[in-house]
Nanobody, 112 residues
Framework: VQLVESGGGLVQPGESLRLSCAVS???????MAWYRQGPKNQREVLAT???????NYDDSVKGRFIISRDDRKKTVYLQMNALKSEDTAVYYC????????WGQGTQVTVFS
């Protein structure tokens, strides 16, 4: 399994970014999730999306971030709106259990 995240960047507070995660080496996507790891934090799960289309969000991003998936393209997305400085982190995708090999992540930096 290979996970390739992209779409990160340098933005100001209040702006938006859309992250993508291309998954290869699997026949189909599992229950998927986005995670992030800040400079002093452990990796935390932000959003999950199962194969039935049910989503769950951490309180820190609820109402601002939206997880979605394109099973045909084997790609998972994270639309991030109203970004805050505390969203600065490296963002990763993985399955819901985090047991696929991790990708390199994509850096998101929010600064004013």
């Amino acid at each position: 399994v290979q996970l390739v995240e992209s779409g990160g960047g340098l933005v100001q507070p209040g702006e938006s970014l859309r992250l993508s995660c291309a998954v290869s080496g699997v026949l189909f996507l599992a229950d998927m999730a986005w995670y992030r790891q800040g400079p002093k934090n452990q990796r935390e799960v932000l959003a999950t999306l199962n194969t039935a289309g049910i989503t769950n969000y951490d309180d820190s991003v609820k109402g601002r971030f939206i997880i979605s998936r394109d099973d045909r393209k084997k790609t998972v997305y994270l639309q991030m709106n109203a970004l805050k400085s505390e969203d600065t982190a490296v963002y990763y995708c993985n399955n819901r259990w985090g047991d696929w090999p991790w990708g390199q992540g994509t850096q998101v930096t929010v600064f004013s």
